[in-house]
């Protein structure tokens, strides 16, 4: 048992482990609760939350005598955050791309020109296993201190078994004793590998990866492993051979989560809602009849306002999703082309550039991008019986997180996962 006490504001986002997202005007009608005088507590016992109320409440009910105490300063306590996407493994960088996208070039050029995730597939293909674990290691020590506690993360820069196989292997040795929670994605169709074509690398995927994953799976091995992704775009993946992979993904057990409409209006939104996808991510180019496709199959949004800030994109139409009842959530993209590490940031630009509200932001940062990887009445909300994830920020309301920009970190004086402090 601990209990955290003195704390001033409470985000609960709901105050129930049976609500799993919010969409639409309910976005904005997150459950908090306040106290001036700052006598609010949260017990938690075995890394759930046992109960939240007044601390001279709380002890009427409990018996919290010989419970260690942990004193909040006057704080706001939020939901540890969850990144609902990211790219956190991979060797070197890509410093010198962003100097020729500021001059001009976009990103699909800088591929086609050798560069992109074709120059991060050849450094991680070089880079032996432990190299890529200590490098994910430390993205994963920054994500936590910037506050995110449950994070989706992808492999996708080996395009071949061997190589996707090793960075699915770094992800399981980061999950299992790192204290950020990582729910897994195989993404071997992020590119068409230099020595292949389309339909090449599709079979590579269907008949051979895939199976090999689900075997290693049923040999107890890859328990992070929870989710399929294909990059669906023109002249990558297009929409038939994205639908194949998929489905084979979702026939062998993983949950379809994958990057869509990005680039060009290619239908992915409509594509992936028949076919049963969780998430789907990027959105930029979705059309109207995409829209209520994904608000009625319940797929979840999950938008990336760095990536499009990073590339200049138009921003994806988050009003009309938030308005027609679209599930939305949000995901840093961490990656080499978007380095940005903090959900704070997403949060900001999700405000400023997709015109979202900051109870919006909170919701998909938390509830909905929980609710993305499975977890909507487990994690992402600040209620009895949900797990013990939350971030506490010393400032007098709980927005400043998202209002204070470049250096939200600063304000952030302590994370807890399941329970225990981790930053
Ligand atoms: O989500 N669009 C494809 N994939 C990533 C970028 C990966 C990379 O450029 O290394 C994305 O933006
Ligand atoms: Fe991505």
Not at 8 to 19: A, G, K, L, S, Y
Not at 130 to 151: E, S, V, W
Not at 229 to 239: L, P, R
């Amino acid at each position: 048992t601990i209990v955290l006490e003195n704390l001033r504001q409470i985000v609960q986002i709901v105050d129930d482990n049976v609500t799993e997202y919010l969409t639409g005007k309910d976005m904005n009608g997150i459950k908090i609760i306040g106290s001036e005088s700052k006598d609010l507590a949260v017990v938690v016992v075995d890394g759930v939350i046992k109960d939240i109320g007044r601390l001279i409440d709380l002890e009427a009910k409990l018996d919290l005598s010989t419970s260690p105490r942990y004193d909040c300063g006057g704080g706001c306590l939020l939901p540890g955050l969850v990144d609902g996407h990211s790219h956190p493994v991979f060797a070197g960088d890509r410093v010198h791309e962003f100097a020729m996208k500021l001059a001009g070039a976009t990103y699909m050029e800088v591929q086609a020109a050798g560069g992109g995730i074709h120059f991060t597939t050849t450094k991680t293909r070089e880079a032996p296993k432990t190299a890529l674990i200590a490098n994910f290691k430390k993205i994963a020590d920054q994500m936590i201190k910037f506050g995110t506690t449950t994070l989706e993360a992808k492999s996708g820069y080996g395009l071949n078994w061997e190589t996707e196989l090793k960075m699915l292997e770094a992800i399981e040795e980061v999950a299992a004793d790192h204290p950020l929670e990582i729910s897994g994605t195989f993404c071997g169709a992020h590119a068409i590998p230099k020595d292949k074509n389309e339909h090449e690398q599709s079979r590579e995927i269907v008949d051979k990866m895939i199976p090999k994953l689900r075997q290693l799976q049923r040999e107890g091995q890859l328990k992070s492993l929870e989710n399929i992704d294909v990059f669906c775009e023109k002249g990558v993946f297009e929409i038939e051979t994205s639908k194949e992979i998929l489905t084979t993904g979702k026939n062998a057990g993983f949950h379809i989560n994958f990057h869509a409409d990005e680039l060009h209006p290619l239908n992915g939104a409509e594509m992936g809602a028949s076919i049963g996808a969780r998430a789907m991510s990027h959105l930029e180019e979705i059309s109207e009849k995409g829209i209520s496709a994904m608000a009625l199959s319940g797929t979840v949004a999950t938008l990336l306002p760095s990536t499009a800030y990073m590339l200049r994109l138009k921003p994806p139409p988050a009003r009309d999703m938030i308005e027609k009842g679209v599930i939305v959530a949000l995901g840093s993209d961490f990656n080499p082309n978007a380095y940005c590490l903090s959900m704070s940031m997403i949060m900001h630009l999700a405000c400023v550039t997709f015109k979202m509200s900051m109870p919006e932001a909170l919701v998909a940062a938390t509830l909905n991008s929980a609710h993305s990887l499975g977890r909507g009445k487990s994690h992402g909300a600040i209620a009895v019986n949900r797990i013990a994830d939350f971030i506490l920020i010393d400032a007098p309301k709980w927005e400043h997180l998202i209002y204070q920009f470049g250096g939200h970190s600063t304000i952030i004086s302590a994370v807890f996962k399941r329970g225990k402090i981790v930053y």
